[in-house]
């Protein structure tokens, strides 16, 4: 994995701007920030695994003070086990008690994406784990190293450069275009970031 | 990250000239509405089921009567011209059931039905009346006034020093007072409606704890299917989200206890006892702080949409119809991120 700047030049060839005239960079640390974090949102690439303490007869947990960086719930497990993942319709028709029921956990749900729930309610204080998919962290400095694999670097470079084409040079189709193939939203796309290299 | 590295990113799609002032003064709104795009804030807590009664004299004191008129039995006024009883609801009410143990009799007395609105005390557009000279059940039926108000009156003294007052208060006051007065020796309160706050945009899931509560949105059904859920009393197997000037819960049938006073520390802190309390899960508008690093790039393509699609010297539509389409892409990716999991 390599570091913000190493990419830099390839932005700013792209935008015919290598001597960062139109371009600041601190413009460009942004669009990449940016860009690096919907690339990893995309293609599910960064995973963390979270403490998950459960505290006696608490069933609802706030997402944010647990596990701040995660996006979205991936497994979970209790004293070796595994936390099946359900969805809470199902736990409502399953057990219309389901925020009293006590008893070992064997279910975990969100509601929605800020809260986290366990089913059964925990009777007694219990340690659980959980492994989440997370976002990767806003880019402050040219130098900080960058968290995708080498192999999404190009998907980087194409979100930056389409998100400074359709600002800084108000090219907005191929800003958007250039979005749009670092991040496979369309059909075709895949194609089209092949045609574009680093 | 925050909200002033937001607008940052905001004004380099507007090329550094957006107004930071309107950009600014848009935030929340643009927030607002990637809350309804995107609607995975949640929040859950405890809806309070209980009712107050006080005992009031005419300057404006009162004593608490709760415990009295719940079990013991209370006297409906004093003997002096004035004196009332106020009846508070945590939830919207439009009847309320005395049982009468002693009549009041002697004197040409008269009563007044009220509630607060907020700034005054106005007269209620009653259905019917309690006649306070005979015994047994007898009701208090209105119409439920628009504008209710759950706060404490202006001119009542609290009985005591941490009472919040925060109720839909209805005043009975004996404006000519009997020479013995009338004793109820219960009295119900029939909450049904419970307000929802600013924030809660919908009901995701609601339990009248620990019972977990059936959505129903179509009240012309439940005429069809259960004529007398306005009036039956039981406990609550659903609820119908009203969609008036402000979001409520009603719940069907009409709870006939109140929840347990212990259910008031609150429900994800710590493990309380809830029983017939409510406990709503609801989708919310975030606050500021909400707003994890990730979707803060939306926050900043909606606030750069909306300020180069307005007259002005940031005018740009055709750059505000592209932010927009980019906007919708990310959120498609995102719910597909998401999944069901964090979006049912």
């Known amino acids: ?198 | 990250m925050s909200r002033e590295s937001v607008l940052v990113e905001s004004n380099d799609y507007l090329l550094g000239v957006g107004d930071p002032d309107h950009l600014l003064s848009e935030y929340a709104d643009v927030v607002r509405e990637l809350s309804l795009a995107l609607p995975i804030w949640t929040t859950a807590r405890t809806i309070v089921n209980q009712w107050s009664a006080l005992r009031g004299a005419p300057n404006g004191s009162t004593t608490d009567g709760t415990a009295l008129a719940q079990s013991a039995g209370m006297p409906v006024s004093t003997l002096v011209d004035g004196s009332s009883h106020l009846l508070g609801g945590s939830g919207k009410f439009d009847t309320v059931v005395y049982t009468i143990l002693t009549p009041h009799s002697g004197g040409t007395p008269v009563y007044t039905y009220e509630y607060w609105n907020g700034l005054y005390f106005l007269p209620l557009v009653t259905v019917s009346t309690p006649d306070w000279s005979q015994t047994g059940v007898q009701s208090l039926v209105f119409i439920l006034p628009d504008d209710v108000s759950f706060t404490p009156p202006v001119d009542m003294q609290p009985p005591y020093d941490d009472f919040d007052g925060v109720r839909f208060w209805v005043r009975v006051t004996a404006t000519t007072a009997p020479t013995t007065t009338a004793a109820v020796a219960t009295v119900q309160v029939r909450q049904h409606t419970w307000p929802l706050d600013q924030r809660e945009q919908d009901i995701v899931a609601l339990s009248y704890y620990p019972n977990d509560l059936t959505r129903t949105e179509i009240v012309e059904a439940l005429d069809v299917t259960l004529p007398d859920w306005r009036t039956q009393v039981g406990p609550p197997r659903m609820y119908h989200q009203v969609e008036e000037t402000a979001l409520g819960v009603r719940l069907v049938p009409l709870p006939p206890t109140q929840g347990d006073p212990n259910g008031l520390l609150g429900f994800l802190p710590t493990a309380a006892v809830l029983t017939n309390n409510l406990v709503l899960c609801a989708a919310v508008t975030p606050e500021e702080g909400d707003i994890p690093p990730w979707l803060e790039g939306l926050v900043a393509l909606r606030l750069a949409a909306r300020e180069s699609q307005r007259l002005g010297e940031t005018s740009a539509p055709d750059l505000g119809k592209t932010l927009l389409q980019l906007t919708e892409n990310l959120e498609t990716m995102i719910r597909d991120v998401l999944g069901t999991m964090e979006l049912r």
């Not at chain 1, 800084?168 to 895949?190: K, S, W, Y």
Request: aromatic share 6%.
């Open chain 1, 1 to 198: 994995m390599g570091t913000a700047d190493q990419l830099f030049p390839s932005v700013t060839a792209a935008l015919d701007d290598v001597h960062r005239i139109q371009t600041t960079e601190a413009q460009v640390l942004r669009a990449m920030s940016r860009a690096q974090q919907w690339v990893t949102l995309r293609y599910r690439l960064l995973r963390r695994p979270f403490v998950l303490p459960l505290r006696a007869g608490v069933p609802l947990y706030h997402r944010e003070a647990l596990a701040p960086a995660s996006v979205s719930l991936l497994s979970g497990s209790l004293g070796g086990l595994p936390l099946s993942i359900t969805p809470l319709s199902a736990l409502r028709y399953r057990d219309p008690q389901w925020l009293q029921t006590s008893g070992l956990p064997t279910l975990l749900y969100c509601v929605r994406w800020s809260l986290w729930g366990v089913y059964p309610v925990p009777p007694v204080d219990m340690t659980g784990m959980v492994s989440c998919l997370v976002s990767a962290r806003t880019l402050t400095t040219m130098t900080q190293i960058l968290e995708v694999p080498d192999g999404y670097r190009n998907n980087i470079v194409q979100v930056t450069i389409g998100l400074l084409l359709l600002t800084r040079e108000r090219a907005m189709q191929q800003g958007l275009a250039r979005i749009q193939a670092g991040l496979e939203m369309t059909a075709g796309a895949v194609r089209r970031l092949q045609g574009l290299t680093v």
